[in-house]
Every structure is written in C-alpha cells, then in structure tokens.
C-alpha cells in the first residue's frame, strides 16, 4: 500500500502498476485482486481516472485559453496513446473489483466521493474539449470503449447502490 502513493510521481509507474493488476486480473490471480480490494486501492484507482496527458492538456488550451502550468505538465502523461492504454487497464480492473465486491464497491464509492467527482472530470473532458489523436482511427475506438466501460460501470454502480446513497450520488453532482 505505500507503493502505490509512490507511483503517481511518475505516470509511467502508474502504468506499470496498473498493467500488474490488469495482468492479475487477466490470468484469474483473484487474491491478488483481493488485495488491493482490503488495501482501499479502489479510490487510487478511480483517482487515476482524473490524469490527463500533455496532449489533453493543450487541447483544453485551444478550447479555454488558458496555458498548462509547470505542475500540471509535470503530472500529465507524456504520450496520450498510453494514458488511454492505462486507463482501459483501471476500467477493467475497476469492474473485476466491482463484481467480486458489489456491495461493498457501492458504498465505498459514493461515501469515498471518488465515483462522482473523478468519474464526472473524467466524462466532462470529453464531452467538452476536442479529444487528442482522434484522428487516429484506434485512439477514437479506445476512447469511446473507455468512455462506454466508464459509463456502464457508473451506471451500475447507481442502480446497485441502496435508495439512500443515491441521494448522497445526487447530492455530489451525479445529475
């Protein structure tokens, strides 16, 4: 568990991390799996969502004016073709925890707040701003599986949770 903390210094950590739960996932290593489930990594991965690449960064530019700074440079992903690679990887790795703890998932994270807030940044950006490299027929396609996993999980999620923590959904900003 402090490992991870360790990663988001670097996004190509992050992706080194986030490939090793993918790959436990992959090949059915479900204790593994259960291990970052007790180790509370649910919300680090769902954080992650919220990274952007230098890429975004400047498309947003385009759009809002405003210029990148040095520190939000400094934590963007250095190509986009990767961040989406990764963030493919959390999605299905995200789902695998959801399946093996639904009840659980539910509470944790609409009570964390990371399903809301990040998961909204996350769908925002690409409702919002031209997406980087779309003209690359099979960036467009990772984007748009990424973006149909995202909201079929959040959607998911929001059905499966109990009458009261839909309320706390809508309270953070689900609508």
């Not at 952007?52 to 990148?68: I, N, V």
Request: hydrophobic content about 40%; overall charge positive.
């Amino acid at each position: 568990s402090a490992l991870l903390p360790l990663c988001e210094k670097q996004s190509d950590l992050v992706g080194a991390a986030v490939s090793l739960f993918h790959t436990c996932m992959r090949n059915g290593d479900l204790p593994v799996l259960e291990r970052i489930w007790q180790g509370g990594h649910f919300d680090w991965l769902c954080q992650r969502l919220s990274t952007r690449s230098r890429a975004q960064l400047y498309s947003a530019r385009a759009t809002t004016g405003e210029e990148p700074t040095t520190a939000m440079l400094a934590k963007a992903w250095e190509k986009h073709t990767d961040l989406i690679a990764a963030q493919a990887m959390m999605l299905r790795v995200l789902w695998q925890l959801y399946k093996m703890n639904p009840t659980e998932t539910g509470m944790r994270a609409v009570n964390g707040g990371c399903l809301v807030k990040v998961w909204g940044e996350y769908f925002t950006y690409y409702m919002h701003y031209p997406w980087p490299l779309r003209e690359n027929r099979e960036v467009e396609e990772s984007t748009t599986c990424c973006l149909i996993l995202a909201m079929q999980l959040f959607a998911r999620l929001a059905r499966d949770v109990n009458a009261e923590l839909q309320q706390k959904m809508i309270k953070q900003g689900a609508m």
